[in-house]
Structures are given as C-alpha cells and as structure tokens.
C-alpha cells in the first residue's frame, strides 16, 4: 500500500508549525470546521481505494475528531 496516508498528518503538522491560531470568531470556527471536512472527505476517499492502511486512518481519525472537540469546547465555553 502506497504511504499516502502522510498527507493528513502533514496537514496538521504544516498547521502547527505556521502557529495558527485557534480561532475565536465564529465565522473562523467555521472556516476551521470546513477545512476539517475537507481532510475527513480526502482522507475517506483514500481509505476507499486501499491507498491509506487502516491503522493510519483511526490515528488521523481521531485527531480530527479531537481538533473537533477542541473547536466545539472553544464555541461553547459553559
């Protein structure tokens, strides 16, 4: 299987490193949230052609799924 699934961890490294800010506003937050759409739906995409072992996928997975938390925490601080 081709090592593609690197591409997703990059994506958020890349981001980590430029110190993007987590964003505050809600039209940010959206932004943000669309970006992890984008991710979500390259990453299924992959994952449905064999080109992303299934091990690789639940680590991005779930890192998405806690970058969500994280967003939705920062929207809804109570």
């Not at 943000?32 to 080109?51: C, H, K, N």
Request: charged share 30%.
């Amino acid at each position: 299987m081709p090592r593609q699934g690197r591409v997703g961890q990059g994506w958020l490294h890349r981001r980590i490193r430029a110190g993007a800010p987590m964003p505050a506003g809600q039209d940010e937050t959206a932004g943000l949230e669309e970006e992890l759409d984008t991710l979500s739906g390259w990453l299924l995409d992959r994952f449905v052609r064999e080109q992303i072992a299934p091990d690789r996928i639940a680590g991005v997975s779930a890192i998405v799924a806690h970058i969500r938390h994280v967003v939705e925490r920062r929207r809804n601080p109570s």
